[in-house]
């Protein structure tokens, strides 16, 4: 059974950081290309980071480039989402998502409607 845990979420102020995590269990993670989405109340689930199997090629969202670094440890089956100069339109639960089937470059979708697994979310505030 796959499992990916998202944790690290919390309650910050504007301008400080978090870092979140993403555990996967049940699969080759090394197979697997990761993306990481959020979803604010009343909103779409947008795309904000993704990154290739082994790390090396990622993208992110104009609205977190530059703050936000995706990282993994295929040894950990671990992936993160290092989060810097939080806004509160960084608000919103944030999902992590596995998918096997990746782009010439690499990269697995931006779309959420690709990935074939997803977490439960982690909630993430920050304060003005």
């Known amino acids: 059974q796959v499992q990916l845990v998202e944790s690290g979420g919390g309650l910050v102020q504007t301008g400080e950081s978090l870092r979140l995590s993403c555990a996967a269990s049940?699969?080759?993670?090394?197979?697997?290309?990761i993306g990481w989405f959020r979803q604010a109340p009343g909103k779409e689930r947008e795309f904000v980071a993704a990154?290739?199997?082994?790390?090396?090629?990622?993208s992110y969202a104009d609205s977190v480039k530059g703050r936000f670094t995706i990282f993994r440890d295929n040894a950990k089956n671990t992936v993160y989402l290092q989060m810097n100069s939080l806004k509160p339109e960084d608000t919103a639960v944030y999902y992590c998502a596995a998918d096997s089937r990746l782009r010439r470059t690499g990269l697995p979708s931006t779309s959420s409607g690709l990935y074939e697994y997803w977490g439960q979310g982690t909630q993430v505030t920050v304060s003005s």
């Open positions: 990154c290739s199997r082994s790390g090396i090629t990622t």
């Open positions: 049940g699969l080759t993670f090394s197979n697997y290309g």
